[in-house]
């Protein structure tokens, strides 16, 4: 099940990879991935994107751009995995949304680094063994009207 080589790419990375104007490093950082192949998604991640698309066009051209990348399945077993992560992480005072926690589990799953720009996943790092590539103070510095 695991794939050491893949990034699990969060949405709240392609949030900013795909606005106009994208953060540039986070967008140069995934184009390295994606020029890789090592750019995968999970269902929740392509649900939260296409099911924010504003456009019928748009949602449409992101769907097709999405399902060239590695898909990773959320077989039966994972939703208890991520059950489990969210009753361990609760017990330690952490309370991430069962979203975060469904994309975490599943990078956990297979192996893969997630790439994000979410607090949450730095804090569920802290407490379980998810690989994280943490873009956090990359979009903080581009609000900020940093690079």
Request: hydrophobic letters at 45%; charged letters at 25%.
């Amino acid at each position: 099940m695991r794939d050491e080589g893949l990034y699990l790419v969060d949405t709240s990375a392609w949030l900013f990879v795909l606005r106009r104007p994208p953060v540039t490093a986070l967008r140069d950082r995934v184009g390295e991935l994606l020029s890789a192949d090592r750019v995968a998604v999970v269902g929740m991640v392509v649900l939260e994107l296409l099911g924010g698309a504003r456009t019928e066009q748009e949602r449409i051209r992101l769907g097709e751009r999405l399902g060239g990348l590695h898909r990773l399945p959320t077989p039966e077993g994972l939703w208890e995995e991520a059950a489990g992560l969210a009753w361990r992480l609760r017990r330690r005072g952490v309370t991430a949304p069962f979203t975060d926690v469904l994309i975490a589990a599943s990078a956990m799953a297979y192996g893969a680094i997630l790439l994000h720009a979410d607090r949450d996943f730095d804090l569920i790092a802290r407490h379980e063994p998810l690989r994280v590539e943490s873009h956090v103070e990359t979009v903080r510095a581009f609000r900020s009207g940093g690079p």
